[in-house]
Structures are given as C-alpha cells and as structure tokens.
C-alpha cells in the first residue's frame, strides 16, 4: 500500500501563490509516476501535472504551463507543486496521485491522496 497525504492549500488573492506538497509512504517503489490532479464543484477531476521519481520529466496541463512547476525531492518521497499567478479558475481540491505511467487520465494512477483545497479570490 502507499499512503499519499497533501499539505498546503489555502486561500489567496489572484495573482498569488501557494505551494502544495504531497508525502508518499508505504510501497513507494510502486509508484514511478507522482501526479497532481484538481477538481472543482460540479466538474470532472482533471489533470494538472506529472512527474518521474526517477528522471524527473514532467508534464503540465496546457492551463497551468508557465505558472505552475512540479518537482520531487527522492530522499523524502515527497512531491510538490509550486502555484504562481494564481487564477479564480484554479479553485479547487487538489490530489496528489501515484501511478506507474506518465498520463493525463486519473485512471492512469492507482493511489490518491485526500485532496487539499486551494480558493483564489478575485
């Protein structure tokens, strides 16, 4: 099993920032790929970023790409997303999720976290 838990939602003003984390225990070699993933009410879950444990090659949504920034730090199985110029668009709750392959698609990822909101006030 492997337990991904977020940290660091909140609430910002637009054009702020915010930094999530996400810590991996349990059979963390299970996982080659880390993603973040988001949802807002009354939509479908969407994808966000992706990142390799081991290369670190990342993947970006085009609506983040030049805001946003994924990276990992290997000695703490932990994952982060960097959020700058924030948007009202990008309220929602964020999940970090493990997979075994680099994908847009949440059925890509087989664990989750319980997601940490993050609110953008205009």
């Known amino acids: 099993q492997v337990q991904l838990v977020e940290s660091g939602g909140g609430l910002v003003q637009a054009g702020g920032s915010l930094r999530l984390s996400c810590a991996a225990s349990?059979?963390?070699?299970?996982?080659?790929?880390m993603g973040w993933f988001r949802q807002a009410p009354g939509k479908e879950r969407e994808f966000v970023a992706a990142?390799?444990?081991?290369?670190?090659?990342?993947m970006y949504a085009d609506s983040v790409k030049g805001r946003f920034t994924i990276s990992r730090d290997n000695a703490k199985n932990t994952v982060s997303l960097q959020m700058n110029s924030l948007k009202p668009e990008d309220s929602a709750v964020y999940y970090c999720?493990?997979?075994?392959?680099?994908?847009?698609?949440?059925?890509?990822?087989?664990?989750w976290g319980q997601g940490t909101q993050v609110t953008v006030s205009s």
């Open positions: 990142i390799t444990w081991s290369a670190g090659n990342t």
């Open positions: 999720a493990g997979g075994r392959m680099a994908s847009a698609l949440p059925t890509a990822y087989g664990y």
């Open positions: 349990g059979r963390t070699n299970w996982n080659s790929v």
